[in-house]
């Protein structure tokens, strides 16, 4: 192997829990008392983080970085920040959200309008307070770069359900298990190792919402701040490494994929009525339940790494497109959507990453489609543009994207 494709990693993780004097401040809205949100009250159940993880040889350097929050906040700006940082141009970042919805909601501007003033003067100062965090952040993984090696796997993992029941009505979506229902489990776990054989750092892929805490009031004291599912996980595995490792969860296209376990559900009346119903003090309890299960099948999963490499190719590229307005559910909106499609390549692992809710069967197409037999799919990777409406295969947004992932799959075999 050439010299020059030698692997080095570094990471780091930094809390960015909000400060104090950001509560209380609203949440979203809720259907079950309507025109009046749920709020934060300053109730932290679990700290949530940024978590950067740097990848590079000696031509190039690769950077995800993840927050524990909806989405993304200050798209453009701070993927340039991150860029600027670490000295890549930034196309070789992928910024992308875990999307908790147990985290503030600092990435859509049309929260703005709806809550007001005092909620804007709020999110506006904790985007400034992430901004001053991420530099020292990304410092801090370069510093950390040592030799590493690199193992992928995948398994199947069934703790996500198919949330479309659509027989139920309009509001069955978000709190929905429609058991029967299609759904992609791919686990996909990249390990990088030490060469000591200690993990440095691990990234999962899965296709799963992160609203498993949303609105829960177990005190009636607010929403709790958390990194609801796949944030405790990340940190059952981080303290079970005794920190010495960072574990990142990069959502799959989830738009479609609700956690088998809520703490808020749906009920059928016998007159087939909808009641959602909030499950209290047994919030907490699920969310320790279902955070240690998948925090059991991700180290399941990197344990049965097979190949490991200390070498590997490395390259990225991003594409710009647009669609119409009717093509996503983005409110107060008339004008075409910009998306962001990107392509890394570690080696023979392909990892693409998209703005946008994209639903599971999209991301299933894209998987298949691609030639090589490890592609992850990684979303709310930008701007936030709410849902891809149509996933029959044939619709505007993922006619696109697949092009655009042809297209550059073509130019990166070209550039080998």
């Known amino acids: 192997m050439k010299e020059e494709n030698r692997l080095y990693a570094g990471a780091a993780r930094v809390c960015i829990t909000p400060p104090a004097d950001l509560f209380p401040i609203p949440h979203f809205m809720n259907h079950m008392t309507p025109g009046k949100p749920s709020v934060f009250s300053g ?39 991150i860029a600027d940082c670490a000295g890549v141009p930034e196309q070789q970042v992928v910024y992308t959200a875990t999307h908790n919805h147990s985290g503030l909601y600092a990435d859509n501007v049309d929260f703005e309008r709806i809550f007001g003033g005092e909620f804007t003067e709020k999110i506006r100062k904790y985007r400034k307070f992430l901004r001053e965090l991420i530099p020292g952040a990304i410092r801090q993984a370069a510093g950390n770069l040592e030799p590493v090696r690199m193992g992928v796997a995948r398994s199947d993992c069934f703790l996500n359900v198919n949330r479309n029941e659509k027989e139920l009505g309009p509001k069955a979506g978000t709190y929905g298990f429609r058991n029967e229902g299609p759904a992609d489990r791919d686990l996909y776990v990249i390990r990088f190792d030490r060469l000591n054989g200690e993990p440095l750092a691990v990234l999962y892929n899965y296709a799963v919402h992160a609203c498993m805490m949303i609105h829960n009031n177990p005190e009636g004291l607010g929403t709790e701040i958390s990194g609801d599912l796949p944030g405790r996980a990340c940190r059952i595995l981080e303290q079970g490494l005794e920190d010495r490792a960072v574990v990142l969860f990069t959502s ?33 309890v699920i969310l320790e339940f279902m955070g240690n299960r998948l925090a059991r099948d991700v180290k399941k999963t990197w344990e049965s790494v097979a190949e490991w490499t200390e070498h590997a190719v490395l390259w990225a590229d991003k594409r710009s497109f647009s669609v119409s307005a009717k093509a996503v559910t983005k409110p107060f909106n008339e004008e075409p959507v910009e998306f962001r499609v990107g392509l890394m390549m570690l080696g023979s692992l392909a990892v693409a990453a998209t703005n946008g809710e994209i639903f599971h069967a999209i991301g299933r197409r894209i998987k298949e489609e691609s030639p090589y037999r490890d592609t992850m799919v990684i979303t709310h990777a930008g701007q936030w543009t709410a849902y891809v409406k149509d996933d029959s295969g044939e619709g505007e947004y993922e006619t696109a994207v697949r092009e655009q992932i042809r297209q550059m799959l073509k130019e990166f075999a070209g550039a080998r």
């Open 43 to 81: 109730k932290v159940r679990e700290d949530i983080y940024f978590r950067v993880l740097i990848v590079q040889n000696e031509r190039t350097r690769l950077v995800f970085a993840v927050m524990d929050l909806p989405g993304v906040p200050e798209s453009a700006e701070v993927t340039q920040l």
């Open 252 to 284: 799959g296209c989830a738009g479609d994929m609700n956690p088998l376990m809520m703490s808020r559900v749906n009920i059928v009346r016998p007159d087939g009525g909808i009641e959602t119903r909030e499950l209290g003090a047994a919030g907490p």
